[in-house]
């Protein structure tokens, strides 16, 4: 079972170029999430979805996009990377409904933008 | 403004004793409290979860206590073991089942020393 399969596991930006991050899960869950970490920080939530069609902005959403349309599969959108966004990517997911149930992460995409 | 804090970025510990993280959070409209582990370059894993109706679980090793009244959880793992050194993130679940997510604090570097 591959729970989160997160890709690529790194990639080096410049400034002003643009990438997508990519998330899929194989748990048929319907809630998923992007958080990015930062050195010496917790995770901080960029955007979540709680179905496909369905995304909201979580605590920094600023410079990026998302868009769900299977249960799957949840891309990041960097438009116009920036040095800011310097930092390990981290996607989640977890079955709805489940009060309290973990959050299942992947491994991590390390992003440098220079 | 940090509504889960954990205030010491390190400690380390003869293997064998004790180990005991701790962890304060603002916010009491909280339901849930979870501990995850973090290896480098590696996902967080969940450890253990602590629902806001109890003031105890246990899952072999690990116990996580949970005061309501101070704002105020903890996390011992008993005996300490080499493969416990990880960074320990707390994270806490808001009302509604959280599909938004879960809040996490800044981590704290375990060290098990031999």
């Known amino acids: 079972n591959a729970g989160v399969t997160q890709t690529p596991k790194f990639r080096i930006l410049k400034i002003g170029q643009s990438m997508t991050l990519q998330c899929t899960q194989d748990m048929n869950h319907n809630y998923m999430y992007w958080y990015r970490q930062d050195p010496g920080m917790g995770l901080k939530l960029i955007y979540y979805?709680?179905?496909?069609?369905?995304?909201d902005k979580g605590e920094v959403p600023n410079g990026y996009n998302v868009s769900r349309s299977t249960t799957e599969d949840f891309p990041l959108r960097l438009e116009l990377a920036a040095p800011s966004q310097t930092s390990v990517y981290f996607c989640?997911?977890?079955?709805?409904?489940?009060?309290?149930?973990?959050?299942?992460f992947g491994n991590g995409t390390r992003l440098t933008v220079t | 403004d940090q509504q889960v804090k954990q205030n010491s970025p390190s400690l380390s510990v003869q293997e064998g004793r004790i180990s005991i993280l701790n962890c304060d959070y603002t916010?009491?409209?909280?339901?849930?409290f979870l501990w995850y582990k973090k290896y480098p370059a590696e996902g967080p894993t969940f450890l253990i979860s602590?629902?806001?109706?109890?003031d105890k679980n246990e899952d072999g090793r690990f116990t996580v206590f949970l005061n309501k009244s101070a704002k105020h959880l903890s996390l011992h793992i008993v005996p300490s073991q080499p493969g416990d050194s990880a960074v320990y993130f707390c994270?806490?679940?808001?009302?509604?089942?959280?599909?938004?997510?879960?809040?996490f604090g800044k981590g704290t570097h375990l060290i098990i020393q031999p």
């Open positions: 916010n009491s409209m909280f339901d849930y």
């Open positions: 994270a806490a679940s808001g009302a509604g089942g959280g599909a938004d997510g879960l809040t």
């Open positions: 989640a997911s977890r079955p709805q409904g489940a009060q309290g149930s973990p959050l299942h």
């Open positions: 979805s709680v179905g496909a069609g369905i995304t």
């Open positions: 602590i629902s806001s109706i109890k």
